[in-house]
């Protein structure tokens, strides 16, 4: 769906997209579940892993955008791709989705607990935006990307994450109807409020804060220098803010990985994605430190550092 598309659809231009948030296309999963999307894209983290169905252990669904309520996606995608010895459960973070399912893996990983996890964020916000609200719909795309976990040798691997939330904030970006507060109901008005729902600029300020410190965070944590850093995959929610974010951490933009333009915001796929996409273009090289960090409704956000 391009900015044209959505020109026919609410009152906005090409141009305002591009310059208010670097967006140019979004992808939607016209024919395609939530599940199908992330049965594709761990079918291809399974295969770059050399790893079996059988040798999953865990398998960690982050989406706000389920097939269904009951049950989890975990187990949609654990039955359709075939995980017959893992757990599969989902994690509702948003945007912080697959960082959050990164500091899980880590931590099962450290305790010994299990060996293999995938991990994947996957998201069909295309049935969960309104297309008639311009502040919103120009922005959400869908898409799904995984990684497989499994515990390091030689000091590589994740070597620090970091994960905070503010409930307090929850209503800058939310969903009012359709949960068990306010249930969708015979007599429910479809008035938009089963949608997203987001103030923008609120968000944006926090975003840039928030993520600047969760970047900070776990850099301290590992005792690296901004300076060590080769690559930074951040949220793709909005060039202005990824670039203010570089600014704070006084990363050069040429150390950012960015495909917001081609994806939009892809919420708790969106980091995978772009993890993925520099790996195959060749962005990222053994012994390189990667930052990742995220922000999205909750309000929550976190960070990883890895050595690839
Ligand atoms: N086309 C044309 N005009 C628009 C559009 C649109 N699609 N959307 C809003 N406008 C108008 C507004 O109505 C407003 O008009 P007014 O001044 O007459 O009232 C004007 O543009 C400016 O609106 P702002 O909201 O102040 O624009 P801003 O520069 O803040 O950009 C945006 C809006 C892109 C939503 C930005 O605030 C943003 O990206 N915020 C972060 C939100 C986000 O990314 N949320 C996703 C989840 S959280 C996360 O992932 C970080």
């Not at 053994?286 to 922000?295: I, K, N, P, T």
Request: charged content about 25%; glycine content about 8%.
């Amino acid at each position: 769906m391009t900015n044209a598309d959505l020109e026919k659809l609410v009152d906005t231009t090409d141009e305002w997209i591009t310059t208010r948030t670097g967006i140019k296309e979004r992808r939607i999963a016209r024919d395609m579940a939530t599940s199908d999307m992330a049965v594709e894209a761990c079918k291809r983290a399974m295969e770059m892993a050399e790893t079996k169905g059988e040798e999953i252990d865990v398998l960690v669904a982050a989406t706000v955008t389920p097939d269904y309520k009951l049950p989890s996606l975990g187990c949609v995608i654990q039955e359709k791709l075939s995980l017959p010895n893992a757990v599969a459960f989902d994690v509702v973070s948003a945007c912080t989705g697959f960082i959050n399912g990164l500091t899980i893996a880590n931590a099962y990983i450290e305790t010994g607990s299990y060996k293999k996890i995938m991990v994947v964020g996957v998201e069909k916000l295309s049935t969960f935006v309104n297309y008639r609200d311009r502040n919103t719909c120009i922005l959400f795309g869908d898409g799904a990307g995984a990684a497989i976990f499994a515990p390091s040798h030689n000091g590589r691997g994740v070597q620090s994450t970091f994960m905070k939330s503010d409930g307090s904030m929850r209503e800058m970006l939310w969903s009012k109807s359709g949960g068990a507060a306010f249930p969708v109901t015979e007599e429910f008005n479809f008035d938009g409020t089963d949608k997203v729902m987001m103030n923008g600029s609120d968000l944006f300020k926090v975003a840039v804060k928030e993520m600047g410190n969760a970047a900070t965070e776990v850099m301290q944590k590992a005792g690296v220098d901004s300076s060590e850093i080769s690559i930074i995959i951040p949220h793709q929610a909005n060039i202005r803010i990824i670039e203010a974010l570089a600014k704070r951490l006084k990363l050069d933009m040429n150390k950012v990985f960015l495909n917001i333009e081609k994806y939009g915001n892809t919420s708790a796929a969106s980091v995978p994605l772009a993890l993925d996409e520099a790996n195959r273009q060749g962005r990222i090289n053994e012994g390189d430190y990667v930052l990742m960090v995220a922000f999205g409704g909750g309000l929550i956000w976190g960070s990883a550092l890895i050595k690839w």
